[in-house]
């Protein structure tokens, strides 16, 4: 695949939006006005170091954590997301980065496991038959969906992940470090499929350390920093070191620099002082 960064498009439907979303478990704020803008056939890279706040995000998406506050935006109406089925239901699919998947089984147990389809008694054709169907849609290289998972490849068991994410038709897709511990081919294979969902229209969310993945295949990078937002860049428009300086608060940019003004703002309203 080419390893030259995507021209960034134009987003033209916004599919998901955060606007000031607050998570704190205790007296420590995991989230802290955060915001978020997807759009179909758009990928958006989360970077951030540990503790950056990805994971928690992830989880809010995804209906395993409730927000504190904020409010979340899907298709344009205001949404809440207070579990994993409504996150479902609402076209929101979540491949974490232990896949999920039961290595005993085979490609088709593991896409329909919990969804068989089973009109009186189980449909095993139909659902060889879907099988192949999605994973045609991702230019799958699976030799069989008969074969365990566990004979499958890493870059072939985060396929099979994501296929069985497509079954129930989402429109947004977050991968959590869908590259991690792959070797380069297997990466490439990945990298393939998140093209793929883009070119199908899909919003897709990915969560990364590897700057060389993100500039191949993401629109726009979202940075992070201890739970909070330090940047929005266009893939393209940005180089590497600045979107590492903004990770690790190497250097200031308008995102610290307003917020800057915002905490001295307030900070001058609770003295009784009024500001120009």
Known sequence: ???????????????LSLRNVNKSFGAVAALTDINLDVAAGEVVAIVGDNGAGKSTLVKVLSGVHLPDSGTITFESNPVSIPDPTAALHLGIATVFQDL???????????????????????????????????????SAKIPSVRIPVAS???????TVAIARSLLGNPKVIILDEPTAALGVAQTAEVLNLVERLRERGLGVIMISHNMADVRAVADRVVVLRLGR???DFVVGEVSPEEIIAAITGATDNAVTRRTAQIDLRSASADKGVTRS
């Open 1 to 15: 695949m080419s390893t030259s960064s995507p021209a960034p498009q134009a987003v033209t439907t916004r599919l």
């Open 100 to 138: 999920a998947l039961c290595d005993n089984l085979n490609v088709i147990d593991n896409l329909f496991l919990g969804r068989e389809l089973r009109p009186g008694r189980l449909n095993e054709a139909a659902m060889e038959t879907r099988s192949w169907e999605l994973l045609r849609q991702l």
């Open 152 to 158: 499958l490849s890493g870059g072939q068991r985060q």
């Open 229 to 231: 937002n330090n940047g």
